[in-house]
């Protein structure tokens, strides 16, 4: 599950600028939606290291 997961949120995050250049939208970077994925990222990939430590 954590990989879809993973999977989604970097590609959202990563999608998010090259949308906005196309369109001539400007966004201030990084956007709060790329630093909330990067957190949640950073917390899944935390618990995942915690559980195979014991």
């Given at each position: 599950?954590?990989?879809?997961?993973?999977?989604?949120?970097?590609l959202?995050a990563?999608?998010?600028?090259?949308?906005?250049?196309?369109?001539?939208?400007?966004?201030?970077?990084?956007?709060?939606?790329?630093?909330?994925?990067?957190?949640?990222?950073?917390?899944?990939?935390?618990?995942?290291?915690?559980?195979?430590?014991?």
């Open positions: 599950m954590v990989r879809p997961v993973l999977s989604l949120l970097i959202i990563s999608a998010a600028p090259a949308a906005a250049q196309s369109g001539g939208i400007s966004i201030p970077e990084p956007t709060d939606g790329a630093l909330f994925a990067m957190g949640l990222v950073g917390l899944i990939v935390g618990r995942q290291i915690a559980k195979r430590r014991g």
